[in-house]
């Protein structure tokens, strides 16, 4: 049993350190079926994630912001890894999509980091709904824009809509865990705040990096075959 913040934030950092290699192997692994900058945009996600939290496991300066300092840069890249996978194969890459999709996603982590340092409850409501709102804009390129992007290509289509069903998920359960955690509201322990911002960064980035790379493996062998 894990009595202590800093233990889980170093089983969580291990995990991540571990996914990355796991991400390198794959890369090896599945090198003909899978485009070499998917393999590189989940490794950087888990990396970058690993690396930032370690913030909290040694009580830096910076481990109060070691969430944002993690979303700004993993976020949209989990955000690009998404759309690249409804533009697959790459061979047209509608970065007039991309482009909003990334600095929205990185404005909503902004948001989020100010809500945070607000000196009072009127400026967090503020920032927070702000954010959320934001966050629709992000539901709409994804359910939207690039969601019609991905019916173009008919093998791609249905595994693209799993991962936007994936992705409503985890980003739906972020903000929540947020107002009712210490970043928030402090509904509950910082202990519990921690345990929610390590088993849904899992989620969305080792093992959304996992399902990723699967059903884009799975397009190209389907596609040998015919």
Known sequence: MFNTIASLNSVYVATLSASALLFLYLRTLWAKKVPEIFFW???IIVSWSALMYLNLVFSSPLAPFTYYMDWIVSTPLIMLA?????MYPLAKIEWSVIFPLLTIQAMVVITGA???????????????SIGNVLMGIIFYLVFGPIMNIAKSNKEI?????????????FWVSYPIAWIIGTPGYGLISPYMTNILFIVLPI??????????????KTIKETSQKK
């Open 114 to 128: 100010l809500a945070q340092i607000s000196n009072n409850p009127a400026g967090m409501l503020w920032f927070f």
């Open 203 to 216: 989620l969305c980035k080792p093992v959304f990096g996992i399902v990723d790379l699967y059903l884009i």
């Open 82 to 86: 998404l759309a690249f996978t409804a």
């Open 157 to 169: 289509f249905p595994k693209y809509k799993i991962l936007a069903k994936l992705f409503a998920a």
């Open 41 to 43: 945009i989940h490794f």
